[in-house]
């Protein structure tokens, strides 16, 4: 059996540490499957088992308890046999609340020994960033958080560190970077809030043949306002969407879905980042500055047992290419590959029937994918469209992307207290798949194929 620590999103999110009512267990444990198949007949399929188990102490002191948070997932390696164990962000806490404070109100001291991708940058999951923080780290992301909740405000500051590894003068070398985070929320009034937040730091070294050790610098910035009226609405169900979101194993078996009076809210988010990277006109060592860019809104409504989400997403080509800066390995774009946007939008509605705890919902999706034209001395300018990192198409030379449209039937079934489902049906008509097949020279060229696939994805829970 293998064993390798690797860093996936957490289950909880950056300044949302679960608030542990008096009544609560001191233990709690859950343990969930998940069996995803996105398109059927690709290689793309998965099963993963998530077990976490969350402990607290009782008062230390006045005021003071200790809490423990062991999440991790379970799988096969590369489909092989071999057993994976990856760290899910487990945590140690320690929470003081002063005797005058009110409920939900203290100060909460947070270290992740392992990995700290709960430490991010944004609000809403998909233009969500800096999760993975570093490139090319030897082990994880180890981090520590400190937060200071208050009635109408908070504020937190967070550290997280990797130990990177690079060449320099054909020697390997180990150093260790720094990303810092600070941040805050006020509440304006009963329902408006703001929010933002900030980074600053290296995230690693350039890996050129330039051998000039130069390092990436990285700075940002988040913000958001959130108007809200009444309970929260929480989301539909959309797994292929919201699987990465670190509260994905809380946040959908919450009992919202049960409630049944007037709620809504609107979310305007927008986040900016910049690093340094290699210029791509240049064969001498230079840097210059990279802007990445994006944007959420998020509307949601309930109305009795019915709940409709508007979602709408807007990220740089730059921005898509974050954790894998540069079209080009760790140069900046130039603007003749003539970079653009994704640009994504969605409308989801379900209803809740009470009697037998169902939930079906429909939703639907459109999205432009981030498109650039590689520099190609063999075939001039290639046409890419960029869906995440690791995933791209190259399509026929003078072809431009094309509109991508998803249909999903979603069923949500909730089991009493202890246990729950959830499955996703989906049509997907992509008119970017490519595959590179051999023209009449022999040359292997990206040729369309078929556009249209199914997938569907199930979710088991259990809690104790």
Request: proline share 7%; aromatic share 10%.
């Amino acid at each position: 059996m293998s064993l390798q620590l690797a860093t996936l999103p957490l289950l909880l999110s950056l300044g949302q540490a679960p608030e542990l009512p008096k009544d609560d267990p001191r233990v709690q444990a859950r343990l969930s499957f998940l069996a995803r198949d996105p398109e059927v007949g690709t290689q793309d399929s998965f099963t993963q088992w998530h077990a976490a188990l969350e402990a607290r102490s009782p008062e230390l002191t006045t005021g003071l308890r200790a809490e423990a948070a062991l999440s991790f997932f379970v799988d096969t390696e590369g489909g092989t046999s071999a057993v994976r164990i990856v760290d899910n962000a487990s945590a140690l806490r320690l929470r003081y609340q002063p005797s005058s404070w009110g409920a939900g109100e203290g100060l909460t001291l947070s270290v992740f020994p392992l990995s700290a991708s709960r430490i991010h940058m944004g609000y809403a999951y998909p233009v969500s960033w800096s999760r993975k923080s570093f490139l090319s780290p030897v082990d994880g992301e180890p981090g520590v958080e400190l937060r200071l909740k208050r009635s109408r405000w908070s504020a937190f500051a967070a550290v997280k560190s990797a130990e990177l590894s690079f060449e320099s003068n054909l020697d390997l070398r180990w150093q260790r970077r720094y990303l810092g985070f600070v941040g805050g929320a006020f509440d304006a009034t009963p329902e408006l809030r703001v929010e933002a937040k900030g980074t600053l730091g290296k995230r690693g070294v350039l890996s050129l043949p330039f051998n000039d050790d130069r390092e990436i610098p990285s700075r940002g910035a988040s913000a958001r306002l959130f108007w809200h009226r009444g309970a929260p609405v929480g989301n539909t169900v959309d797994l292929s969407l919201y699987a990465g979101d670190p509260t994905f194993y809380e946040r959908f078996f919450t009992p919202d879905v049960a409630a049944t009076d007037f709620a809504a809210s609107v979310s305007l988010e927008g986040s900016l980042q910049s690093q340094d990277l290699q210029d791509p006109h240049s064969l001498a060592p230079k840097s210059v500055t990279e802007t990445a860019h994006a944007a959420a809104l998020d509307a949601r409504l309930r109305v009795g047992r019915l709940r409709l989400n508007v979602l709408g997403t807007y990220r740089s080509f730059a921005f898509v290419r974050l954790e894998t800066p540069g079209l080009s390995p760790f140069y900046s774009t130039p603007a003749e590959d003539e970079p653009r946007a994704e640009l994504t939008g969605s409308i989801g509605v379900d209803y809740h029937f009470a009697r037998t705890g169902l939930t079906p919902g429909l939703l639907v999706r459109g999205s432009l994918p981030a498109f650039a034209r590689l520099s190609d001395p063999y075939s001039g300018n290639r046409p890419l469209v960029i869906l995440e990192p690791g995933r791209l198409f190259a399509l026929p030379s003078g072809a431009d992307r094309s509109l991508m449209t998803t249909v999903k039937a979603t069923l949500r079934w909730d089991l009493l207290d202890v246990a729950g489902v959830l499955a996703e049906f989906t049509y997907l008509r992509n008119p970017n798949r490519t595959e590179f097949m051999s023209d009449d020279n022999g040359v292997a060229v990206p040729v369309h194929v078929d556009p249209d696939s199914f997938g569907g994805t199930v979710m088991l829970q259990v809690r104790l």
